[in-house]
């Protein structure tokens, strides 16, 4: 009786997560295709977040979709990524003129285009993590942590974008 337990317990689990909306990426999304994707712009005061986004974008798309690294004009899609919104606040502040709680919040624009500059999808996307400062956490230690949740998520994006058919539209004009 104890050894049908673990297998009803993962049946379960099996059942209730797909009923909560998650599923599988398809292994075959991307086709085997190649992706450039330029450093990320960023034009905020917070220098230094493009690179990790960007190696983090790359390393998920690889990752994520049957997909490969290209460069320039040679690819057969062009992935941008823009940091829009960097921020850092304190929620909790202490009566020595610290923070115990603060909050990093980093927004991304993506735009998803083909070889000849055409749109096929775009996305923003904005999160925020609270860190403890007692526990030596600071705004680069939640970046970091955004940063990895970020690029995951541009990846299914584009994954999603990738498993419809490919209608170019017009630029987003900013």
């Given at each position: 009786m104890i050894v049908g337990l673990p297998r009803i317990a993962a049946l379960l689990l099996i059942a209730l997560l797909g009923s909560c909306g998650y599923r599988m990426v398809r292994p075959d999304i991307g086709g085997g295709r190649s992706i450039a994707v330029p450093t990320a712009t960023n034009n905020s005061s917070w220098l230094g977040l493009e690179s990790p986004?960007?190696?983090?974008?790359?390393?998920?798309?690889q990752r994520l979709l049957d997909i490969r690294l290209g460069s320039g004009s040679r690819s057969d899609l062009v992935l941008k990524t823009?940091?829009?919104?960097?921020?850092?606040?304190?929620?909790?502040?202490?009566?020595?003129?610290?923070?115990?709680?603060?909050?990093?919040?980093?927004?991304?624009h993506w735009q998803l285009e083909d070889s000849q500059g055409n749109l096929l999808g775009e996305g923003d996307i904005r999160r925020s993590l609270e860190f403890l400062t007692s526990l030596d956490e600071d705004a680069y230690f939640?970046?970091?942590e955004l940063i990895a949740e970020i690029s995951q998520q541009i990846a299914l994006e584009v994954g999603a974008q990738l498993e419809q058919p490919l209608i170019p539209r017009k630029k987003h004009e900013s």
């Open positions: 986004l960007t190696r983090g974008v790359r390393a998920d798309l823009d940091i829009a919104d960097v921020g850092r606040s304190s929620r909790l502040a202490l009566r020595s003129g610290g923070a115990a709680v603060g909050i990093s919040t980093l927004g991304v939640a970046f970091d």
